[in-house]
């Protein structure tokens, strides 16, 4: 796969201008923040289940400001004292996760959070009021300012969702993980936290949108560009709503995120292009290694499971390691 202007190794070291505002980290330290005053207030009903040895619960917190959250609590019977908890995010308007999914951590004695993203899910419905109208779909929900944008909730709803995750688990140290949506929320959510063990982010969504907007030929990006041709031809409210979507651009986002993260990009993605993928590894912030699939569009190979199992195995090994020392 040639992707047009760029040598492979040339996106291997690819990183565009970031387009953070002069208020960027102050914007996110006041919704931290701001987050401090709200109670999670989590509820929990445990799902009749027909597999031996695994517990599935029904969870419910509050999301930031507004709207319930639910996520499923997948818990084998036999949890492992030093194993850390998973925290996973679907893909965009796309949820077909179900309990099974994380059996690859039950198995290991590893409890897994699986949060179901506001709007997104009929038990996860979004209660927020946004003042004008938007074109189909939800990324052009609250397009005039940073502060009522859609995603803008949904990034401090996955942030609140680590601390739900911890109450469960009993304190335990929490890692994240997502593909397309899920994998833009798993790097949102390191980024804007210090407790993230470790990230595995698969098809990142959500980063270089301008570029993206652009590239993208399939998927949700379509829904700016239909945002854009509908509502406004002669694009005279690009520069602002560019400027809203800064804030969550996981590309401005990135160099905050210090624990290490595990990468995959199928560059012949037409939903999350492959170069904004590669612009946001480039400037993540810690440890960090990526594998490429020439012939994929947007999804990975089964090997690739493999491989993250690996991966998951040495980050709880070396922690183990670490924390005995």
């Not at 999670?40 to 999301?63: A, H, M, Q």
């Not at 179901?116 to 189909?136: F, I, K, T």
């Not at 994929?296 to 040495?314: I, M, N, R």
């Amino acid at each position: 796969m040639q992707i047009p202007g760029f040598s492979f190794e040339e996106l291997r070291s690819y990183q565009p201008l970031l387009t953070k505002e002069d208020d960027f980290d102050r914007f996110w330290r006041e919704r931290v923040k701001e987050n401090e005053q709200y109670r999670l207030n989590v509820t929990t009903k445990e799902r009749s289940y027909p597999v031996e040895g695994i517990k599935v619960y029904d969870v419910y917190f509050d999301g930031f400001r507004n709207s319930r959250i639910h996520a499923a609590y997948v818990c084998p019977e036999n949890v492992k004292n030093d194993a850390p908890v998973a925290l996973i995010f679907h893909g965009y308007n796309w949820n077909t996760l179900q309990p099974n999914y994380a059996f690859k951590y039950a198995v290991q004695g590893i409890p897994a959070l699986m949060v179901e993203v506001r709007g997104q899910n009929h038990l996860s419905p979004d209660m927020n009021h946004y003042e004008h109208g938007h074109a189909a779909g939800w990324m052009s929900m609250g397009l005039s300012e940073p502060d009522h944008y859609y995603y803008s909730f949904v990034y401090m709803d996955c942030f609140r969702s680590a601390d739900v995750a911890v109450q469960l688990s009993g304190g335990k140290k929490v890692f994240v993980e997502g593909g397309s949506q899920g994998g833009g929320l798993a790097i949102a959510t390191a980024a804007l936290r210090d407790d993230i063990l470790f990230a595995l982010c698969d098809i990142p969504f959500l980063t270089q949108f301008e570029h993206s907007v652009r590239a993208a030929t399939e998927g949700p990006y379509t829904e700016l560009a239909h945002y854009f041709k509908v509502h406004d031809p002669a694009y005279e409210s690009g520069k602002s709503v560019y400027s809203t979507l800064s804030y969550v651009d996981c590309l401005n986002l990135a160099e905050k995120v210090t624990c290490p993260v595990f990468m995959s990009i199928g560059l012949e993605d037409p939903v999350c292009p492959p170069q904004s993928g590669f612009a946001l590894f480039n400037y993540l912030g810690g440890r960090k290694e990526i594998r490429t699939y020439p012939h994929y569009g947007h999804e990975v190979p089964a090997v690739h499971e493999e491989e993250k199992l690996a991966f998951v195995a040495a980050m709880i090994e070396q922690n183990r390691i670490k924390e005995k020392f």
